[in-house]
């Protein structure tokens, strides 16, 4: 199997709908049911069916039977699906879930643009990053080139399968005509609203356009 990494993303405020949540909680396996569940607000219930909802959508895109597929576990955590040549990653955030597939190692990393926290800025960033960031008297612009580095660092820290175990001052995001690079590897961004999203795969080729779902026009 050979292809680009192909990026999902659904607003999941669709899954608002009461009748459609039930109705699509009901074609998830129950690994992912129980996890729902154990949720307590409402909006993480959605944004956590609605991942898994794009995996399911992504999956039957390559022909991959998603309730025989086996989901195993990393040592920190990261999943991946045994006996398959395709790696996947999720992520969610404010009314956005977004996933990645690709066959090699993937990391997907979407947030609010006005999530940013300037005031944990240095504990973060490099002092190469924390000068673009405050390059601008525009707090708007900050905010969005602070998360823009964040999901930069997040997205690599994801497709190492190592999470905060690496802190984030220790990636060095560069810029090379605004393009981000990190050792090898190139990213796939995208402004989506208020939100930036940032990938990072290890074949550095992404397909051109992200997939939008739409979970009331979709047969799961």
Request: aromatic share 12%.
């Amino acid at each position: 199997m050979s292809f680009k990494t192909k990026i999902y993303v659904a607003d999941c405020d669709s899954l608002k709908d009461e009748a459609l949540f039930n109705k699509l909680f009901s074609c998830v396996k129950r690994e992912r049911q129980q996890k729902i569940e154990k949720l307590r607000f409402d909006k993480d219930k959605r944004l956590s069916l609605g991942a898994e909802l794009l995996l399911i959508n992504a999956l039957n895109d390559f022909n991959v039977d998603y309730k025989n597929a086996e989901l195993c576990y990393g040592e920190n955590g990261k999943p991946y699906l045994k006996n398959n040549e395709m790696f996947f990653n999720l992520s969610h955030s404010g009314k956005y879930a977004a996933c990645a597939v690709s066959e090699n190692e993937v990391g997907i990393d979407i947030e609010n643009i006005f999530s940013a926290d300037m005031k944990i800025a240095k504990r973060i960033f490099t002092e190469k990053e924390l000068e673009i960031i405050e390059s601008t008297d525009d707090e708007n612009a900050k905010k969005q080139s602070f998360i823009r580095f964040w999901t930069l660092k997040e997205s690599y820290m994801k497709y190492c399968g190592k999470g905060l175990s690496i802190h984030p001052r220790d990636i060095e995001i560069e810029l090379y005509n605004n393009k981000a690079h990190y050792k090898n590897l190139l990213f796939y961004e995208s402004k989506i609203g208020d939100y930036m999203l940032s990938c990072c795969a290890k074949n550095n080729e992404f397909e051109d356009e992200i997939t939008i779902v739409d979970f009331n026009g979709n047969n799961f």
